[in-house]
Nanobody, 125 residues
Framework: QVQVVESGGGLVQPGGSLRLSCAAS????????VGWFRQAPGKGREGVLS????NPTSSVRGRFTISRDGSKNKVFLDISDVEVADTAVYYC????????????????????????WGQGTQVQL
């Protein structure tokens, strides 16, 4: 069964750090692009950071780092210096981007409409 499960959310103090996990079952996440999204209360889903299927390691954007652990079939999202504005439900999605930087759309969709989504994990400050 193909499944994606997020974990690692919870109550966090401002200024702290947080690691969210995206675990896959039924497929090898190392060969997929993975995008992290979040949805704050009363707002639409927005993209946080993604990693291409062409990138086997990690990517950084400001306070956010996305990285892979192939041995665990997981992708992580590390958030440093957490802010109140980071309060949201965080989701991960996995699909095949073919190296395209526009595969994951800002509103929370995949370009080909074929990607696996998890149920989300709540981060609360």
């Amino acid at each position: 069964q193909v499944q994606v499960v997020e974990s690692g959310g919870g109550l966090v103090q401002p200024g702290g750090s947080l690691r969210l996990s995206c675990a896959a079952s039924g497929f090898n996440l190392s060969y997929y692009a993975v995008g992290w999204f979040r949805q704050a209360p009363g707002k639409g889903r927005e993209g946080v950071l993604s990693i291409s299927e062409m990138n086997p390691t990690s990517s950084v954007r400001g306070r956010f780092t996305i990285s892979r652990d192939g041995s665990k079939n997981k992708v992580f999202l590390d958030i440093s210096d957490v802010e109140v504005a980071d309060t949201a439900v965080y989701y991960c999605a996995a699909g095949h981007d073919g190296g395209s930087p526009r595969y994951f759309r800002s509103g929370g969709a995949c370009d080909d409409g074929i990607c696996h989504w998890g149920q989300g994990t709540q981060v609360q400050l």
